[in-house]
């Protein structure tokens, strides 16, 4: 796809299709066809028998093995095949080996004993063999619970012989002296490593291969595998001495990429028993609650036995997936040896990035831009990054801003990668503060660097030019550069928009290089349609890009989240092409970390306790869940797939027993598998169900890694019907009518149709974005972000999780993200109102997890993650009514509790130690600071009394009654005082209950210090608990209170007037009531202080 072909805009459902300012198209490169029959141990072609028939090395599964590595196998490996595991059997003009059985069909004893001959041939089928030193492109994962491989030189390096004399190992430019074996798997070009050509017709030990020293040295490798078999079968795995330096080790590049780090066991031990500990003491606590009433105060002991009961469900619900936290480490160097070959082209995976806008005014276009250019200079190849831009506003603005930065890219991004800076985003890095020349020797740094500022000024001016040109819309609408009317001058109703900038032939840097694909898409709208908002955006992003590149992996980015780490990708990347752990892996997702926010973080943006606790919980468990940017996808994981099944290896069987014992295990035991007989075939009819399988036949490279999986090898000629588990009505009805999209879902590896033209590319890419593409089918159902929520990042990662999938947390150690967050009170509690809609929405829909995804893959702990997820917006109301109680309490002179005895003492005691203890051992495994928890308190206060409450009947509202609320964009505006927007205040009614908590507790603040200098000493006693009760409530309100004063101190009218208003009827209504005193009946009689006796 060129970037040359213009802007395509038209409409499917209208069969409109207008290209603006095209000069010409090519189509794209046409993929590999690979076919024949490939030996999947070397890579060389399987070649014939003797008899002149092809070779067959397994007669069990005619797995393909070649002649060469058969022979290799029987004598130095494991001598069994590695798809079907049973061991080779001799074929005739083999020599045998120790362990072969008598076989009457083979008669070939002039053979049995050749090894001479098989030396030579083996030799010359290595020489001129295809070795290759990489992977495909396109494979990228292998399943650990199969026993792999065994490499052919076990990793082993020989370097006392010089490369070019070398006979197994072929000369590698630039391999200098690192570890070098075959792999299992081919180039991704096709195009093997030549070897040194040798005649056949010389001594072998003139090439170093069968000489004296070389037969030394295998003598004695052989010595050291035979110890080293001794130590793993006394050990029972594989256990290096670390004194033995001669035992050979796993080589750099076959290790895994990435490895978990489990907490010290004197941090988490301690937290897992004051966890147990609390338990128990709250359960002593709820019975003296609910066994002492309070009789005079009856309803407030009441309304605080039921919040306090629901506080402690919700802390069950949040602090049990915290039970097993890790932490994890990734390899780049592993990655790079193992992906990255010296003078080859790279085979890391393609990534497609998505960046979602909505509107320029709210999302600065510079803003954007910025995010734009960190991913096009990402430390990533080029021709795997693709970036997706939606403007599911059809802005002109973010249209023009899109091609500035595309332009000003082009000086920046070879600027970045020339001198390795971080972060990439301008903005961002020329406002460090830091020393600039620190590690930059090169003299010319200083130079450009000025250089390039100055680029930036001018790019800045161009942008905020654009924006101050768009404050004014003109009457007949935008027109473009040609007088073409901008397709998207009604926002709610216009014709999907697609422009292909740089990418292929679309231009160049300045100095020569390729730049990043970079495309933008604006959606069709029509009246009458429902878009589903962000969630629906994103779908169309998949689609599209599904149809234009279609990586594997998808990482989707807010506009205001730029990539801090140019190696992000890559350490997504050693989760998801680990061997080990990738192919299970729906989604890696990397913590939301801030700039711009004040030093004191009064409303808690930062989010520390949940980023830096809960997540790291959850990773120990199935994954954390997806928090709407800074996640790397796999895309299968979109089109509701299930997650690859581990096949556990087969159990050990015992020829000891007598038959008789079999039987009696047969009768014993038979019934209970024929009744687990019905649940299999069950799971395997939804597995036929939900699984997706390739329609074309897979390259011969795949076979192996299938193997390892635990799926059947697929032959390209043959494909048996009973794979195929979808027809074409049924993958139409759950991807849409599109062929090109319903083909390229059952790419698992990537890839785009072969001999496809740019023109019909784009034509179904319009198609694909059309408005009414996703009636009657699985989109927002099944397939892609879930919809029926406005905070779709839980209800998808939910989707995903219940499928089987697992995710991964990733904490690198330079924040691979960053965003902006807003920094005023009003945005704030907006942007969190925002996320407890989503949750109630979630919470009344048939996707609770409460009761959805039983039987599924969702873990016990996880499904309470979730859970809490879910409900926590309800915890508003019973905060509320406890954050009331201690004003009632002062104005009227009760208590929650009764007079308190000393066991009673010991166990509220023993409560509040646990509570803190709890805290600080949580804060000590996790690294969080004490400031940041005590904000993540505080600020749980403030938006459970206001966000949270207003969520509740939102919600209610919203899904009761039909009555629907837009939630308002977050403002991400780059102001040039970076605390301007901390003191702005804005008026919203989300203000008015925590106001109005603060004035009455106030109030009864003073009420009961009046009261108890009134009534003299004896009441001072009962009041510290009523005022230590209000003081909570106090405090926890403190950050909202500054937030409301602002920077001049001055609140506004409306507010305080609501507060006291609310305040003073609560209080009249209160004194007027007063339901907690007795009410007499009859006059009131009094004693005479005469005595009236005299």
């Known amino acids: 796809?060129?970037?040359?072909?213009?802007?395509?805009?038209?409409?499917?459902?209208?069969?409109?299709?207008?290209?603006?300012?095209?000069?010409?198209?090519?189509?794209?490169?046409?993929?590999?066809?690979?076919?024949?029959?490939?030996?999947?141990?070397?890579?060389?072609?399987?070649?014939?028998?003797?008899?002149?028939?092809?070779?067959?090395?397994?007669?069990?599964?005619?797995?393909?093995?070649?002649?060469?590595?058969?022979?290799?196998?029987?004598?130095?490996?494991?001598?069994?095949?590695?798809?079907?595991?049973?061991?080779?059997?001799?074929?005739?003009?083999?020599?045998?080996?120790?362990?072969?059985?008598?076989?009457?069909?083979?008669?070939?004893?002039?053979?049995?004993?050749?090894?001479?001959?098989?030396?030579?041939?083996?030799?010359?089928?290595?020489?001129?063999?295809?070795?290759?030193?990489?992977?495909?492109?396109?494979?990228?994962?292998?399943?650990?619970?199969?026993?792999?491989?065994?490499?052919?030189?076990?990793?082993?390096?020989?370097?006392?012989?010089?490369?070019?004399?070398?006979?197994?190992?072929?000369?590698?430019?630039?391999?200098?002296?690192?570890?070098?074996?075959?792999?299992?798997?081919?180039?991704?070009?096709?195009?093997?490593?030549?070897?040194?050509?040798m005649d056949p017709s010389k001594d072998l030990a003139a090439y170093g291969y069968g000489s004296v020293a070389w037969k030394e040295r295998m003598e004695s490798w052989k010595q050291r595998q035979e110890r080293l078999q001794l130590m793993k079968n006394e050990n029972g795995r594989r256990d290096l001495d670390d004194d033995d330096s001669d035992l050979p080790m796993m080589d750099e590049a076959r290790q895994p990429l990435s490895r978990k780090l489990p907490i010290a066991s004197s941090k988490i031990n301690p937290y897992r028993m004051i966890i147990i500990i609390r338990l128990v003491v709250t359960g002593f606590f709820f019975h003296y609650r609910v066994t002492h009433p309070v009789k005079d105060a009856y309803p407030l002991w009441l309304i605080s036995v039921i919040c306090e009961i629901w506080f402690a469900i919700s802390w069950i619900l949040d602090q049990f997936p915290k039970w097993l936290p890790i932490e994890r480490e990734t390899y780049l160097d592993r990655l790079s040896l193992r992906y990255e070959k010296e003078g080859r082209s790279s085979q890391l995976a393609p990534v497609d990035i998505f960046v979602s806008t909505v509107d320029p005014l709210k999302e600065p276009p510079l803003v954007t831009a910025n995010t734009v250019l960190s991913i096009l200079s990402v430390d990533y190849p080029v021709d795997k990054v693709s970036c997706y831009v939606s403007d599911d506003g059809a802005a002109m603005l973010t249209f023009e801003a899109l091609s500035e930065t595309s332009e000003f890219a082009k000086k920046w991004v070879p600027f970045c990668k020339k001198f390795n800076v971080e972060p990439r985003a301008p903005e961002w890095y020329f406002q460090q503060k830091i020393d600039y020349l620190k590690d930059k020797v090169q003299p010319s740094f200083v130079r450009e660097r000025r250089a390039m500022k100055r680029e930036y000024e001018e790019f800045k001016v161009r942008i905020n030019a654009l924006v101050a040109k768009a404050q004014k819309v003109p009457e007949d609408g935008w027109t473009m550069q040609d007088g073409t009317p901008w397709p998207g001058n009604n926002i709610r109703d216009h014709p999907g928009m697609i422009q292909v900038f740089l990418g292929q032939n679309g231009g160049v840097d300045t100095d020569g290089n390729e730049l990043p694909r970079v495309v933008y898409v604006s959606r069709e709208k029509r009246p009458g349609f429902n878009h589903h908002k962000k969630a629906g955006a994103m779908n169309a992003l998949v689609r599209v890009s599904a149809v234009l590149t279609n990586a594997p992996y998808l990482l989707n980015l807010d506009c205001d989240h730029y990539i801090n780490n140019s190696k992000a990708l890559r350490e997504s990347m050693c989760f998801m092409m680990d061997p080990l752990v990738g192919k299970r892996v729906c989604y890696v997702q990397f913590p939301q970390r801030f700039d711009g926010i004040d030093l004191h973080d009064r409303y808690a943006n930062r989010n520390i306790v949940f980023f830096d606790i809960n997540m790291k919980g959850l990773d120990g468990i199935q994954g954390p869940i997806y928090v709407g940017t800074g996640c790397v996808f796999r895309r299968q994981a979109f089109y509701g797939t299930e997650a690859p099944k581990v096949k556990k290896p087969p159990s050990r069987t015992c020829n000891c027993w007598p038959k008789w014992c079999c039987c009696c295990f047969t009768c014993c035991f038979g019934r209970k598998k024929s009744a687990t007989k019905g649940k299999q075939e069950k799971s395997k009819k939804k597995k036929k169900n939900t699984a997706v399988f390739e329609v074309a036949s897979p390259p011969p490279e795949l076979a192996l890694e299938r193997i390892e999986a635990g799926s059947p090898a697929v032959d390209g000629a043959a494909k048996d019907e009973k794979s195929v588990a979808m027809t074409a009505n049924k993958l139409e009805k759950k991807f849409g009518q599109s062929p090109v999209?319903?083909?390229?879902?059952?790419?698992?590896?990537?890839?785009?149709?072969?001999?496809?033209?740019?023109?019909?590319?784009?034509?179904?890419?319009?198609?694909?974005?059309?408005?009414?593409?996703?009636?009657?089918?699985?989109?927002?159902?099944?397939?892609?972000?879930?919809?029926?929520?406005?905070?779709?990042?839980?209800?998808?990662?939910?989707?995903?999780?219940?499928?089987?999938?697992?995710?991964?947390?990733?904490?690198?150690?330079?924040?691979?993200?960053?965003?902006?967050?807003?920094?005023?009170?009003?945005?704030?509690?907006?942007?969190?109102?925002?996320?407890?809609?989503?949750?109630?929405?979630?919470?009344?829909?048939?996707?609770?997890?409460?009761?959805?995804?039983?039987?599924?893959?969702?873990?016990?702990?996880?499904?309470?993650?979730?859970?809490?997820?879910?409900?926590?917006?309800?915890?508003?109301?019973?905060?509320?009514?406890?954050?009331?109680?201690?004003?009632?309490?002062?104005?009227?002179?009760?208590?929650?509790?009764?007079?308190?005895?000393?066991?009673?003492?010991?166990?509220?005691?023993?409560?509040?130690?646990?509570?803190?203890?709890?805290?600080?051992?949580?804060?000590?495994?996790?690294?969080?600071?004490?400031?940041?928890?005590?904000?993540?308190?505080?600020?749980?206060?403030?938006?459970?009394?206001?966000?949270?409450?207003?969520?509740?009947?939102?919600?209610?509202?919203?899904?009761?009654?039909?009555?629907?609320?837009?939630?308002?964009?977050?403002?991400?505006?780059?102001?040039?005082?970076?605390?301007?927007?901390?003191?702005?205040?804005?008026?919203?009614?989300?203000?008015?209950?925590?106001?109005?908590?603060?004035?009455?507790?106030?109030?009864?603040?003073?009420?009961?210090?009046?009261?108890?200098?009134?009534?003299?000493?004896?009441?001072?006693?009962?009041l510290f608990g009523r005022l230590f009760f209000a003081f909570w409530v106090i405090v926890h309100l403190y950050p909202f209170l500054k937030g409301l004063l602002g920077r001049q101190n001055r609140t506004p009218t409306i507010v305080i007037v609501w507060s006291i208003l609310l305040a003073s009827i609560f209080s009249l209504l209160w004194v007027r009531i007063d339901p907690f005193l007795p009410k007499a009946e009859g006059p009131l009689l009094e004693e005479c202080g005469l005595d009236c006796n005299f």
């Open 741 to 1022: 999209f319903v083909r390229s879902t059952q790419m698992e590896n990537g890839g785009t149709p072969t001999g496809a033209s740019a023109a019909s590319l784009l034509k179904e890419a319009i198609h694909v974005i059309s408005c009414g593409y996703e009636d009657k089918t699985d989109w927002g159902k099944e397939v892609g972000w879930i919809y029926g929520s406005v905070t779709e990042d839980i209800l998808t990662g939910f989707k995903m999780h219940c499928h089987g999938w697992r995710s991964i947390y990733c904490i690198p150690g330079r924040p691979a993200f960053k965003g902006s967050a807003p920094l005023n009170l009003s945005d704030r509690l907006h942007q969190v109102l925002r996320w407890a809609l989503g949750s109630v929405e979630i919470f009344l829909s048939k996707h609770c997890p409460i009761w959805y995804g039983y039987g599924g893959g969702l873990k016990f702990l996880e499904r309470f993650s979730y859970i809490n997820a879910t409900v926590y917006p309800l915890t508003s109301i019973p905060l509320l009514a406890y954050c009331t109680l201690p004003a009632v309490c002062l104005l009227t002179g009760k208590f929650i509790t009764p007079e308190l005895s000393n066991v009673a003492s010991l166990w509220f005691l023993s409560l509040f130690i646990c509570i803190f203890t709890t805290s600080i051992l949580e804060m000590r495994w996790s690294g969080v600071g004490l400031q940041d928890w005590w904000r993540n308190e505080q600020f749980w206060v403030i938006g459970g009394v206001s966000a949270h409450l207003f969520a509740v009947f939102q919600g209610l509202l919203k899904v009761l009654a039909g009555i629907d609320t837009n939630f308002t964009v977050t403002s991400k505006a780059a102001d040039e005082d970076a605390f301007a927007e901390l003191y702005l205040f804005k008026w919203t009614t989300l203000l008015i209950p925590p106001t109005t908590l603060l004035v009455v507790n106030l109030i009864g603040v003073v009420a009961g210090i009046s009261n108890a200098i009134n009534n003299g000493y004896e009441s001072w006693g009962p």
């Open 1 to 197: 796809m060129e970037a040359s072909a213009g802007l395509v805009a038209g409409s499917h459902n209208r069969n409109e299709l207008v290209v603006i300012r095209r000069d010409g198209e090519n189509g794209p490169k046409p993929l590999r066809n690979l076919s024949g029959q490939i030996c999947q141990i070397c890579g060389d072609d399987v070649g014939l028998n003797p008899d002149g028939d092809l070779f067959v090395a397994c007669n069990e599964c005619a797995f393909p093995v070649c002649l060469t590595c058969y022979d290799y196998e029987r004598r130095e490996g494991s001598q069994v095949c590695p798809q079907c595991k049973t061991r080779f059997k001799r074929i005739k003009g083999c020599a045998r080996v120790h362990g072969d059985e008598e076989e009457d069909d083979i008669d070939d004893v002039e053979n049995e004993l050749n090894f001479e001959g098989r030396e030579r041939q083996r030799a010359e089928g290595m020489l001129h063999g295809h070795m290759s030193y990489g992977r495909h492109s396109d494979v990228h994962h292998t399943d650990s619970s199969l026993p792999p491989v065994p490499l052919l030189t076990n990793g082993e390096i020989i370097d006392d012989i010089p490369p070019e004399q070398h006979a197994l190992v072929p000369a590698f430019p630039g391999s200098g002296g690192k570890r070098i074996h075959p792999l299992p798997f081919s180039d991704s070009n096709g195009v093997p490593a030549q070897p040194r050509s």
